[in-house]
């Protein structure tokens, strides 16, 4: 059993920052997470889900979507379990439900498509006031 859990999101208003955490738990995470790489997706209602952010198994390697790029930054911390995303300068248009994302691989890269990923939490959502 796996189990990704976000927190960190609200209400704010446009120019605001907020730092989204996932924290992953179970046994193969325990064990395994510093093999799993790891993406912030979004997804408005009627919308597919899009990735934000990703980060490699390491931590070494990251991608940023350039509707975010200079505003938003993902990390890891492999010894706590944790996954975060640093939002800055926020606007109204990032008003989304953010979920965090985990999937395996032998290779230290970041993966951007959101079927590769194998878990994903239950979102925490973002509302940005103009």
């Known amino acids: 059993q796996v189990q990704l859990v976000e927190s960190g999101g609200g209400l704010v208003q446009a120019g605001a920052s907020l730092r989204l955490s996932c924290a992953a738990s179970?046994?193969?995470?325990?064990?395994?997470?510093?093999?799993?790489?790891m993406g912030w997706f979004r997804q408005a209602p009627g919308k597919e889900r899009e990735c934000v952010a990703a980060?490699?198994?390491?931590?070494?390697?990251?991608y940023h979507a350039d509707f975010v790029k200079g505003r938003f930054t993902i990390s890891r911390d492999n010894a706590e379990k944790m996954v975060y995303l640093q939002m800055n300068s926020l606007k109204p248009d990032d008003t989304d439900v953010y979920y965090c994302?985990?999937?395996?691989?032998?290779?230290?890269?970041?993966?951007?498509?959101?079927?590769?990923?194998?878990?994903w939490g239950q979102g925490t959502p973002v509302t940005v006031s103009s």
């Open positions: 179970g046994r193969d995470f325990s064990t395994y997470f510093s093999s799993y790489f």
């Open positions: 994302e985990a999937g395996r691989s032998y290779y230290d890269n970041y993966v951007r498509a959101t079927q590769e990923y194998a878990y």
């Open positions: 980060v490699s198994s390491s931590g070494d390697k990251t």
